[in-house]
């Protein structure tokens, strides 16, 4: 069986970015003790189910991470590492802001043993930082990047494009210096209208408004093309890296294996007597708290992933990857053979157009491909 990846969500944050729609919460106090121990309780729940499987990955995520006391990474880290033999490898990521309260404590997430950080630096420019409600500022930004540089082996950052009134030339040279300060990883993301955030109700009164379509994919294109400078290869639709630094966690997901979700929101994929289970933890804090606290956990819902659901599932995915998809990878993992899954005529008309590649091993979606991606999905998976 493949290594383990582990998913740890810290829901809260300073303030709620208004684009963002992920689980995250804003507390005025938060109850640093009561949270660190309801994680380390769900986290032993979960690994006496589990059983002592190779730990591949820790994924600290959030909300933000970097507002957790160290102290409780620290102990989660010995805890997961003592439940689940690591891989000599082990790769232990941990999401910051690069505001001077996190900053502060970057040294003592490289104590705790934290061995790759990301920083959610999202943009250089000033006034887009502003306009995205982030905490921090262009400065704060760079010195959080070569503050970071110094302190961890493994460094990545997020940077978010199609940001309103955006310029080619002002993308390039906003990559130029972030790629300049740390070169390793790449995650992009486009600026969307997601439904129940802030930015939804600006955009439905015309207060944003968001580049042209072919903006938006001219600054795509730039961003592979600053990163290959730098030597980052795309080896996922939004993902660039260095050869060897790729995230070994997001790989688990993309690769569709096994990876355990702790904390509130939290997803799992779990294979479970035989069987592949979707897991998912109550999305609120205090109630999950207190389910871990009565019950060990705070497991909303536990559904068998059916074949056709895990064929799917991992075509989403897997298609993501400039590797693309192993065919005896699939059909392990599915019980149905890869070109079962698919539509052969998508495949033939995709293959003629240059978007997908089967080699009869390998099924991959090309650079064009993957641009087009969605649609490519939504015709090509049965």
Same mark, same amino acid.
């Given at each position: 069986?493949?290594?383990?990846?582990?998913?740890?969500?810290?829901?809260?944050?300073?303030?709620?970015?208004?684009?963002?729609?992920?689980?995250?919460?804003?507390?005025?106090?938060?109850?640093?003790?009561?949270?660190?121990?309801?994680?380390?309780?769900?986290?032993?729940?979960?690994?006496?189910?589990?059983?002592?499987?190779?730990?591949?990955?820790?994924?600290?995520?959030?909300?933000?991470?970097?507002?957790?006391?160290?102290?409780?990474?620290?102990?989660?880290?010995?805890?997961?590492?003592?439940?689940?033999?690591?891989?000599?490898?082990?790769?232990?990521?941990?999401?910051?802001?690069?505001?001077?309260?996190?900053?502060?404590?970057?040294?003592?997430?490289?104590?705790?043993?934290?061995?790759?950080?990301?920083?959610?630096?999202?943009?250089?420019?000033?006034?887009?930082?502003?306009?995205?409600?982030?905490?921090?500022?262009?400065?704060?930004?760079?010195?959080?990047?070569?503050?970071?540089?110094?302190?961890?082996?493994?460094?990545?950052?997020?940077?978010?494009?199609?940001?309103?009134?955006?310029?080619?030339?002002?993308?390039?040279?906003?990559?130029?210096?972030?790629?300049?300060?740390?070169?390793?990883?790449?995650?992009?993301?486009?600026?969307?209208?997601?439904?129940?955030?802030?930015?939804?109700?600006?955009?439905?009164?015309?207060?944003?408004? =968001?580049? %042209?379509?072919?903006? /938006? $994919? +001219?600054?795509?294109?730039? &961003? !592979?093309?600053?990163?290959?400078?730098?030597?980052?290869?795309?080896?996922?639709?939004?993902?660039?890296?260095?050869?060897?630094?790729?995230?070994?966690?997001?790989?688990?997901?993309?690769?569709?294996?096994?990876?355990?979700?702790?904390?509130?929101?939290?997803?799992?994929?779990?294979?479970?007597?035989?069987?592949?289970?979707?897991?998912?933890?109550?999305?609120?804090?205090?109630?999950?708290?207190?389910?871990?606290?009565?019950?060990?956990?705070?497991?909303?819902?536990?559904?068998?992933?059916?074949?056709?659901?895990?064929?799917?599932?991992?075509?989403?995915?897997?298609?993501? =990857?400039? %590797?693309?998809?192993? /065919? $005896? +990878?699939?059909?392990?993992? &599915? !019980?149905?053979?890869?070109?079962?899954?698919?539509?052969?005529?998508?495949?033939?008309?995709?293959?003629?157009?240059?978007?997908?590649?089967?080699?009869?091993?390998?099924?991959?979606?090309?650079?064009?491909?993957?641009?087009?991606?969605?649609?490519?999905?939504?015709?090509?998976?049965?």
């Amino acid at each position: 069986m493949t290594p383990l990846a582990l998913y740890i969500h810290w829901p809260f944050c300073l303030a709620k970015c208004p684009y963002c729609d992920f689980n995250s919460h804003v507390r005025d106090r938060i109850d640093q003790p009561r949270f660190a121990a309801a994680l380390r309780q769900e986290l032993a729940w979960e690994a006496a189910r589990l059983g002592p499987r190779r730990l591949g990955s820790i994924f600290f995520g959030g909300g933000t991470p970097s507002l957790m006391d160290p102290a409780t990474t620290a102990a989660l880290i010995a805890d997961a590492t003592r439940f689940f033999p690591p891989t000599p490898d082990l790769e232990i990521t941990l999401e910051a802001n690069p505001t001077s309260v996190e900053q502060a404590r970057l040294r003592d997430f490289r104590a705790a043993g934290v061995n790759r950080i990301s920083m959610g630096i999202q943009s250089l420019n000033e006034t887009d930082l502003h306009r995205l409600g982030r905490q921090h500022s262009a400065p704060q930004a760079i010195a959080a990047l070569e503050h970071a540089r110094a302190t961890f082996p493994r460094i990545s950052f997020d940077l978010i494009y199609a940001r309103p009134g955006q310029t080619l030339p002002a993308w390039r040279a906003e990559l130029q210096q972030a790629l300049g300060l740390a070169a390793d990883h790449l995650s992009l993301y486009q600026l969307t209208i997601e439904p129940g955030t802030a930015y939804e109700a600006l955009h439905r009164r015309g207060e944003i408004v =968001l580049p %042209e379509d072919d903006l /938006a $994919a +001219a600054l795509y294109d730039a &961003t !592979g093309e600053e990163a290959a400078k730098f030597g980052l290869l795309p080896y996922e639709v939004s993902n660039y890296a260095r050869p060897s630094a790729e995230s070994r966690h997001n790989l688990a997901y993309w690769r569709y294996t096994d990876y355990a979700g702790i904390g509130p929101g939290a997803h799992g994929r779990l294979t479970l007597d035989g069987g592949l289970f979707a897991t998912r933890r109550h999305r609120a804090p205090e109630p999950w708290a207190e389910r871990v606290e009565r019950d060990g956990h705070g497991t909303t819902h536990q559904d068998p992933v059916s074949q056709q659901d895990r064929a799917r599932e991992m075509l989403l995915m897997g298609l993501r =990857l400039t %590797e693309g998809i192993d /065919a $005896a +990878a699939f059909a392990a993992r &599915t !019980g149905i053979a890869l070109l079962d899954a698919i539509d052969p005529q998508i495949l033939a008309q995709a293959q003629e157009e240059s978007y997908l590649t089967w080699t009869g091993q390998t099924l991959a979606a090309t650079a064009e491909g993957r641009k087009r991606l969605d649609s490519l999905l939504a015709a090509l998976v049965n």
